[in-house]
């Protein structure tokens, strides 16, 4: 019987190694996904119509300035250099918990739940990240439409609630959803972007722009040219930031890991999808971003950046797509848009909290478990809907202005759990690349190529790890007007409590429970191992 057969129909996940282990909680349903269906959880996941709405302004106003287009080519290259380790490693370990069970694998139980738990948290909050940004495109949208002033915590409640319905059945479904919204707003970010080719640029198409060593220049003030922002010159930027948001840009495309077992061939479905959302999500935000600011001219890119964000692209858009009508559409799709990454965010974190909680004894019947007819982790779902709406409710109830969409959906939902996430899954992601060496190259479980196992992961953690400092260095540029808050305060001190939390609890295991600890990261699809 080949690979391609025993993988479609989708064993249980197993330890084969150890039978001591206690058994799984439940079974997601196998063979849900193909390609493309995990491709386009992954891609929603980065959400491309939100990325480029919500970020690339913040980054040519404050960060790297009309270099925002490098910044987004260096990331491409960095975490291209961390994905060539993270295929490897996926091409032997199959699991919903992807980096918890890839880090177990590499550095060992402990480093595997820490890290595990950590990448948890990160894709809890982004989902009440992204339902911040939705509620504010929503807002607006209904107000340039309709001219109503709909509460924002009405919209975020209207979100949460349609996630988590479709959080609760089969994933294929969400996959339908997802692929439809995406390909809408690839198609007219796409579009846009080869109408500046074809329309041309006042200021022409400086190469500059997209140069990977220019993404460390920061903004100069104004962004080089005497426009104005709230009737003060536009303070200087901050590459880190410009930096920063480009790799938040990303964030999610990793997720193709966490669907393996829902997929018909995860050895090859999951490297594949990875490869191809990291590489086409980078060569597609670095030409988009570059023909938006080519095809609106440098200074009024940068004035409408700090002025008017989605300005920056729906001006553009009714310029030279069509006039009015084309604006409605750019406006639905980045609340269709950002609502799918919601969705996507939800599932991650959903299969994050089941893949831990099918290895913990008192967790097997509640987070580790799955539902009968649609093998979803419906419980976990259900947990993180409900910790999606005390996020949203405490930005709402307990933040300064909360109850404006501005700064508390955009400013302090949004931006603070955006930074708070990222910060946490740029940690994990280099200490995968330090996993994917050892379990290569010190236990060496599979014969490893020294490049593509051994140096490439290297100089894609050390990237990574240089954005982590780079964000530290320049942490409270990053909170804008939330950086006074108490939330802000407490962030670096949440994901590093976090992690220290979650490794003191691997190790009480160790002691205390050690078949329970044995099952650590450990649960995988059996063939995945040959």
């Not at 500059?208 to 100069?220: E, I, L, Q």
């Not at 948001?245 to 594949?272: C, D, H, L, M, Q």
């Amino acid at each position: 019987m080949s690979v391609d057969d025993l993988t479609t129909r989708a064993p249980a996940p197993t330890v084969p190694d150890d039978p001591s282990v206690p058994a799984a909680g439940g079974r997601l349903r196998g063979g849900a996904l193909g390609l493309v269906g995990v491709l386009f959880m992954a891609v929603a996941n980065a959400a491309p119509i939100t990325a480029m709405t919500g970020n690339l302004p913040i980054a040519v106003a404050y960060g790297n300035g009309l270099y925002a287009p490098a910044g987004f080519l260096l990331a491409t290259i960095v975490l291209t250099l961390f994905t060539v380790g993270f295929v490897a490693m996926a091409r032997h370990i199959t699991t919903a918990g992807a980096f918890y069970g890839f880090i177990s694998h590499g550095l060992g139980q402990v480093w595997g739940m820490a890290a595990g738990v950590l990448a948890t948290m990160a894709y809890v909050v982004f989902e009440g990240s992204i339902v911040g940004i939705f509620s504010y495109f929503a807002h607006d949208a209904l107000g340039q439409w309709f001219g109503w002033d709909v509460d924002w915590l009405l919209l975020a409640g209207v979100c949460i609630a349609v996630i988590g319905v479709l959080g609760y059945f089969d994933i294929s479904v969400a996959a339908v959803v997802l692929g439809v919204f995406l390909v809408a707003e690839v198609l007219l970010l796409g579009a846009l972007a080869v109408s500046v080719l074809v329309r041309g640029s006042a200021d022409g198409f400086d190469l500059g722009w997209v140069d990977p060593v220019n993404a460390f220049t920061s903004a100069p003030e104004g962004g080089g040219f005497d426009v104005q922002a709230a009737g003060s010159t536009i303070a200087a930027g901050s590459a880190a930031i410009g930096l920063f948001f480009a790799f938040w840009s990303w964030v999610g495309f990793e997720t193709t890991a966490v669907y393996g077992e829902e997929s018909r061939n995860p050895k090859k479905i999951v490297p594949r999808a990875t490869l191809i959302a990291v590489v086409g999500l980078g060569l597609f935000y670095t030409f988009v971003s570059w023909m938006v600011i080519a095809g609106t001219g440098g200074a009024a890119a940068v004035d409408k950046s700090a002025n008017n964000a989605i300005g920056l692209f729906t001006d553009l858009a009714s310029a030279n797509l069509g006039g009015r009508w084309v604006v409605d559409v750019y406006l639905v799709l980045i609340v269709s848009g950002s609502f799918a990454c919601a969705l996507a965010f939800h599932n991650a974190a959903a299969r994050y909290m089941y893949a831990i909680g099918r290895e913990i004894p008192g967790l097997q019947r509640s987070l580790g478990a799955t539902h009968a007819a649609h093998g979803s982790p419906h419980i976990a779902s259900l947990v993180q809907t409900v910790v999606t709406v005390l996020l949203t409710v405490g930005f709402y109830v307990l933040t300064v202005g909360g109850d404006d969409a501005l700064q508390g959906a955009y400013v302090y939902e949004y931006g603070l759990l955006a930074l708070m996430g990222t910060m946490a899954i740029l940690i994990v992601q280099s200490i995968c690349s330090v996993a994917v060496i050892s379990y290569f190259h010190v236990k060496k479980v599979h014969p490893g190529n020294v490049l593509t196992t051994g140096v490439i992961p290297a100089l894609g953690g050390l990237g990574m790890l240089y954005v982590v400092y780079l964000l530290f260095s320049n942490l409270d540029f990053a909170g804008g007007g939330a950086a006074g808050s108490p939330f802000f305060a407490a962030m670096p001190w949440i994901v590093l409590g976090v992690f220290l939390a979650a490794g003191a609890g691997a190790l009480w295991l160790k002691r205390a429970r050690p078949r329970t600890f044995e099952a650590i990261g450990r649960t995988v699809l059996v063939e995945t191992l040959d």
